[in-house]
């Protein structure tokens, strides 16, 4: 008889319950990890450990001993780099490598690779470059993430509020450069993307402002 595979997914909130089920459903063994005993996702999963998803060393440790065979997360930013970091460790596959997350990290970054391959991208601003500023704009730190320091500017006292806000959610560099872009009120749309052998399965969500 095979062995049931087990995967380990990081961080129990309550959006993770789907997780745990679908991977259920596909016959995995699940087990879920985070440092809140109280996760709503742990109490649907086979198994479930008190381990913050930022102690790595403990998690590698665990899950050498558990014999995972596979590591897992969703709808966080920082648990995306730990599962990525947890899996070269163990020799495990991901669906994103540093650099991967590296590039989507970065809004500078990751607007040049969608230059890179014609993707359009919304006409950004850069102090100092003598450009007249057509309001409203959005101003963001280069390197933050969901959402922090994002601010929608109607004129230039706002834009130089917004500017100093912004400096105080830079992630890793306090010099990093503030970037704004002309904001767009309109609807938007969310793609998922999930990759099956030969192909991708997109999943499509439409969201109104």
């Given at each position: 008889?095979?062995?049931?595979?087990?995967?380990?997914?990081?961080?129990?909130?309550?959006?993770?319950?789907?997780?745990?089920?679908?991977?259920?459903?596909?016959?995995?063994?699940?087990?879920?990890?985070?440092?809140?005993?109280?996760?709503?996702?742990?109490?649907?999963?086979?198994?479930?450990?008190?381990?913050?998803?930022?102690?790595?060393?403990?998690?590698?440790?665990?899950?050498?001993?558990?014999?995972?065979?596979?590591?897992?997360?969703?709808?966080?930013?920082?648990?995306?780099?730990?599962?990525?970091?947890?899996?070269?460790r163990l020799g495990l596959?991901?669906?994103?490598?540093?650099?991967?997350?590296?590039?989507?990290?970065?809004?500078?970054?990751?607007?040049?690779?969608?230059?890179?391959?014609?993707?359009?991208?919304?006409?950004?601003?850069?102090?100092n470059d003598d450009v007249p500023v057509d309001y409203?704009?959005?101003?963001?730190?280069?390197?933050?993430?969901?959402?922090?320091?994002?601010?929608?500017?109607?004129?230039?006292?706002?834009?130089?509020?917004?500017?100093?806000?912004?400096?105080?959610?830079?992630?890793?560099?306090?010099?990093?450069?503030?970037?704004?872009?002309?904001?767009?009120?309109?609807?938007?749309?969310?793609?998922?993307?999930?990759?099956?052998?030969?192909?991708?399965?997109?999943?499509?969500?439409?969201?109104?402002?």
């Amino acid at each position: 008889m095979e062995k049931q595979k087990k995967l380990l997914i990081l961080g129990g909130i309550t959006h993770m319950i789907d997780v745990v089920e679908t991977a259920k459903n596909m016959g995995l063994y699940t087990i879920v990890t985070d440092n809140n005993e109280a996760s709503p996702a742990k109490k649907h999963a086979d198994q479930a450990f008190d381990i913050s998803t930022a102690d790595i060393d403990a998690l590698e440790e665990m899950a050498r001993q558990e014999q995972i065979d596979g590591v897992l997360t969703a709808f966080d930013d920082i648990n995306t780099w730990n599962a990525q970091l947890l899996t070269e460790r163990l020799g495990l596959p991901f669906y994103a490598t540093k650099e991967h997350l590296e590039i989507s990290a970065s809004k500078d970054r990751f607007k040049e690779f969608c230059q890179h391959f014609n993707v359009p991208v919304i006409e950004q601003y850069e102090k100092n470059d003598d450009v007249p500023v057509d309001y409203p704009v959005i101003v963001k730190p280069v390197d933050s993430y969901a959402s922090k320091g994002i601010t929608v500017c109607q004129d230039q006292a706002e834009l130089v509020e917004a500017v100093e806000k912004a400096r105080r959610f830079f992630t890793a560099r306090p010099s990093a450069r503030r970037t704004f872009y002309r904001y767009e009120s309109r609807r938007r749309n969310v793609l998922h993307f999930a990759k099956w052998p030969g192909h991708f399965i997109r999943c499509h969500r439409p969201i109104r402002p």
